[in-house]
């Protein structure tokens, strides 16, 4: 049950002093005496008006134990909260997720009364704080849900909220059916009953009213087998931001705050990374970003030559949630032994990581790369906390009538585990590499394609971006110098590139193409990945381009085979459709390895001397050549090439629900990678 708690807002009442005129009695006659004046009363001074405490707090009112508490710090007053704390006063110890964020989370295990309080600053300079109290009861005798978690976001922004059966005595789940009990109006979607979708007001009160956050409250309802009902609710609030000026650069974005609170540059990370009110009008030329002095590139602050410290990237690092800040550390520390991550990153601004960042990206406005953080989670209630809305290009490729699958092997495995979302799970730290370092290649080789080694000497009277624009309109880029000598041909990849990726409506000839009809386009042609034709309209120019993504995807395959032995599947199925099992996608051609092709090399060779200089060229010609898949079987099949070698993990797939698990991430690797 939720409940809200307002600190008192009335003014103190105002007193009205009243002046009392005596008036002397008359005698008659002159033998009376003279009265004595009655002195005019002091008035009462009129008090001075308590200011209106700024936040309330709606919170849960009560919790058995082992379910998801959640309290929301609301801005009732004219500014938004920019920053919130929350802390635990007293009762039971509990952990609090987010508790930077307006919305806090935790899962008491013993009963009690937890007090929390939260200290907020709003974006005027003004101070508040209020308490809640929420009582921890028993927990549950039987199969009970809980919605995890109570979370703050942004308006117009997508999110989700997940219910979690816990079932004994062998009951299952018969039915849950969601509801929102509180807040603006939202569209459910509800076609999976155990994840609610939805997005956000885009205003999260009238514009007739005064300005307030709200919050949403859902609540989810399960029956099971034996016919027990359980509830549970929860908070999701809603952060009030200025109106989006023209050329507003973030469609949606997502709280974030310094993870080194007193980093040089703590001030305006933020501010000049990830704020809604960022523009950039192409039309006038008008802009809002920071200079290259206020926030300069990484390098310019370590001396170009030199490799940064890990301490001197996570002071340029913005995360949603401070776990998150904590592994990125760890596998700075753990997993770049040839410091490939740090280097790079001396060619950005920030580093973004949040739990609503999807899919990631590299923007040149702001010259900071923006990571997913269901890339960073490590156990299951820091994954939690990361949304699960599908990126939005999922969808793109349902218009055809074939599949793009593709994984990563090492021996004739797959090289990274796979995590069901339904289940409470951990996953060790050495396996982050295989998903946050292939992505991190990816969005640092955009970072250097646009600021490479060479190229870091910026004007700091400028933007980051109009430092760029001269040598954009100039064509002098790294993926402009691959586009020019060796340029992508194939007419109907580029046709399908813009179906796949950004969304253009298939024509009847491109639904009537065939897997082996796509291969053999793809085959024929020079790119490790079909991701290589997805187009890139500058943000200046406005000149579409292949060659961007051209260029990130050879450096990451390359950087994987590379470095960490990792080498890429690449084919086309059967179009897939969901709950199919990896053997039922029939490969009608398909490659692993595609990085070693000699004219793949010939094009990686100048990219990885301008981006890595410090990598060898020999490097790149000893990458071995490509493996042919077995046409006709099943992509199952096809994990096994060549002479039979042990399995380094054992994933190798051995039950119907893995096989289902790694079908569905296999397309989705595919159509949905970065």
């Known amino acids: 049950m939720k409940h809200l708690i307002r600190v008192a ?54 919790v058995a134990a082992g379910k998801t508490a959640g309290a929301a710090a609301l801005s009732g007053c004219s500014a938004p909260i920019a920053s919130v704390l929350w802390t635990q006063v007293s009762g039971p110890s509990v952990t609090l997720a987010a508790a930077r964020n307006p919305t806090v989370s935790f899962e008491p295990a013993e009963t009690g009364t937890v007090v929390l309080r939260a200290d907020a600053v709003l974006t005027d300079g003004r101070a508040s704080s209020a308490t809640t109290s929420i009582a921890v009861t028993a927990a549950p005798a039987g199969s009970f849900i809980t919605l995890r978690a109570d979370h703050s976001l942004r308006v117009n922004t997508d999110t989700s909220v997940r219910a979690w059966p816990v079932l004994l005595n062998g009951e299952t789940v018969s039915k849950i059916v969601w509801e929102k009990i509180a807040g603006p109006d939202v569209t459910m979607d509800t076609r999976d009953p155990q994840v609610l979708f939805f997005r956000s007001p885009a205003s999260p009160t009238p514009v007739d009213t005064p300005p307030a956050d709200v919050a949403l409250k859902f609540r989810a309802t399960m029956t099971t087998s034996s016919g027990r009902v359980d509830s549970d609710e929860v908070i999701v609030s809603i952060d009030r931001q200025a109106v989006r000026p023209d050329g507003y650069i973030f469609e949606q974005s997502a709280r974030v705050h310094p993870y080194v609170a007193g980093g040089p540059f703590a001030g305006v990370l933020a501010s000049c990374t990830y704020d809604v009110s960022l523009f950039f009008n192409n039309s006038t030329g008008a802009t809002n970003l920071c200079t290259a002095s206020k926030l300069p590139l990484l390098a310019t602050t370590v001396g170009e030559g030199n490799i940064p410290t890990v ?26 032994a040839k410091g490939d991550f740090r280097r790079m990153l001396g060619s950005v601004t920030a580093i973004v990581i949040g739990s609503h960042v999807r899919p990631s990206f590299y923007q040149p406005h702001t010259g900071a790369i923006y990571l997913d953080a269901d890339y960073l989670w490590l156990n299951a209630k820091e994954r939690d906390v990361v949304t699960e809305v599908p990126d939005y290009r999922a969808a793109f490729a349902e218009q055809l009538n074939f599949t793009g699958v593709g994984r990563q092997v090492i021996n004739n495995d797959y090289a990274r585990e796979s995590y069901s979302p339904t289940e409470r799970v951990v996953r060790p730290e050495s396996q982050l590499l295989f998903g946050l370092g292939r992505l ?27 430092n760029v624009v001269p040598r954009i309109n100039a064509l002098s880029l790294p993926s402009d110098y691959l586009a ?128 890595a200089p410090w990598i060898n060229q020999a490097e790149v010609d000893a990458l071995p050549a490509p493996i042919q898949m077995r046409t006709g079987v099943s992509w199952d099949a096809n994990l096994v090439l060549g002479a039979p070698q042990p399995a380094r993990f054992s994933f190798n797939l051995s039950s119907m629900a893995e096989k289902t698990s790694r079908a569905r991430e296999d397309v989705a690797s595919r159509r949905h990678a970065h």
């Open 311 to 336: 301490a001197q990237v996570m002071s340029r690092v913005l995360v949603s949630h401070d776990f998150l800040g904590k592994n990125f550390e760890s596998f700075l520390i753990n997993q770049d």
């Open 9 to 62: 807002c009335k003014p103190a009442a105002l007193t009205l002093a009243l002046l009392l005129t005596a008036c002397g009695g008359g005698g008659g006659g002159g033998g009376g005496s003279t009265p004595t004046p009655t002195p005019t009363p002091t008035p009462t001074p009129t008090p001075t008006p308590t200011p209106a405490p700024c936040i309330s707090i709606v919170s849960d009112a009560s």
């Open 484 to 611: 020019a000598n060796f340029p992508l041909r194939s007419a109907e990849m580029r046709g399908l590139g813009q179906v796949l990726y950004q969304g253009a409506t298939a024509t009847a000839t491109q639904k009537a193409y065939t897997a082996a009809q796509v291969g053999s386009f793809f085959e024929s042609d020079i790119a490790n990945d079909d991701y290589a034709y997805s187009l890139y309209i500058d943000d200046v120019t406005k000149a579409p381009s292949n060659s961007r993504e051209d260029l990130a995807m050879l450096f990451e395959e390359f950087m994987m085979a590379y470095r960490h032995g990792v080498r890429y599947d690449v084919g086309y199925t059967n179009r897939y459709t969901e709950g199919m099992t990896s053997d039922q996608l029939i490969v009608a051609w398909g490659q692993r390895g595609r990085i070693g092709t000699p004219a793949i090399k010939a094009r990686l060779k100048p990219v990885v001397a301008r981006i």
């Open 440 to 466: 991190m290649y990816h969005e640092l080789a955009h970072a250097a394609d646009f600021f490479p080694p060479a190229e870091r000497a910026l004007d700091p009277n400028k933007s980051i971006l109009m």
